[in-house]
C-alpha cells in the first residue's frame, strides 16, 4: 500500500511541474514573439523617417529642377510654372501623407501584437500554476478519498483491522494468547 501511496503523490506532484514547466515556455514563447513584434516596430518606425527624408529630397529635386529651368530660359517663376510646381509639390505630399499613414497603421498593429502577445504569456504562465494546484487538489482529494475517508469503504480501518486479526491469530510472534477484547 505504501507504493501506492507514493506513486499517486508522484503522479499528483508530477503532473503539477508539468503544467508549471508548460506555462512558463508558453510565457517564453510569447515573450520571444513580442520581441519579434517590438522590432518589427522598430524597422517600421525607422522606414517612416526613411520614407520623410525620401519625399523631402523629391520636393527638393523637383523646386530645384524648376528653378534651375527657368533661370535657363530666363524666365520668372510665376503663372502656370509656379501652379505646376504647387500641384506637383501637392502630389507627392500627398503620396507621403498615405504612405506615412500606412506605416503608422503598421507600426501600431506591431505594437499591439508586442502587448497582446505580452499578456498572453502572462495569461499561460497563470493558467499553467493554476492547473498546478489544480493536479495537486485533485491528488490529494483522490488520495484523501482513497486512505483517509472515513465515509469510503473504511479502507484505512479495514486494512488495520485485517492486519490487527492477522497478528491476533498468529503465532508466529510468539504470543498465542486472546486478543479478541482489543479490538
Request: no cysteine; net charge positive; charged share 15%.
Amino acid at each position: 500500500m505504501a507504493v501506492v501511496e507514493a506513486l499517486m503523490v508522484a503522479a499528483a506532484v508530477t503532473g503539477a511541474v508539468s503544467n508549471i514547466m508548460e506555462g512558463s515556455a508558453e510565457k517564453s514563447a510569447a515573450d520571444h514573439n513580442a520581441a519579434i513584434f517590438d522590432a518589427q516596430a522598430k524597422n517600421i518606425q525607422n522606414q517612416k523617417t526613411i520614407v520623410a527624408g525620401q519625399y523631402r529630397t523629391k520636393k527638393e529635386q523637383l523646386r530645384g529642377e524648376a528653378v534651375s529651368k527657368a533661370a535657363r530660359q530666363g524666365i520668372k517663376i510665376s503663372g502656370s510654372t509656379a501652379q505646376s510646381i504647387s500641384q506637383s509639390l501637392t502630389e507627392l505630399g500627398i503620396e507621403e501623407s498615405y504612405q506615412q499613414y500606412n506605416l503608422n497603421v503598421q507600426h501600431h498593429q506591431a505594437i499591439d501584437n508586442a502587448a497582446y502577445q505580452r499578456y498572453l504569456g502572462k495569461s499561460k504562465r497563470k493558467a499553467g500554476i493554476m492547473n498546478a494546484a489544480t493536479t495537486l487538489l485533485s491528488g490529494g482529494t483522490s488520495y484523501y478519498s482513497k486512505y483517509w475517508n472515513n465515509t469510503n469503504d473504511n479502507t484505512i480501518k479495514n486494512t488495520q483491522n485485517t492486519w490487527f486479526n492477522s497478528y491476533k491469530t498468529n503465532t508466529e510472534y510468539g504470543y498465542t494468547g486472546n486478543l479478541s477484547g482489543l479490538s
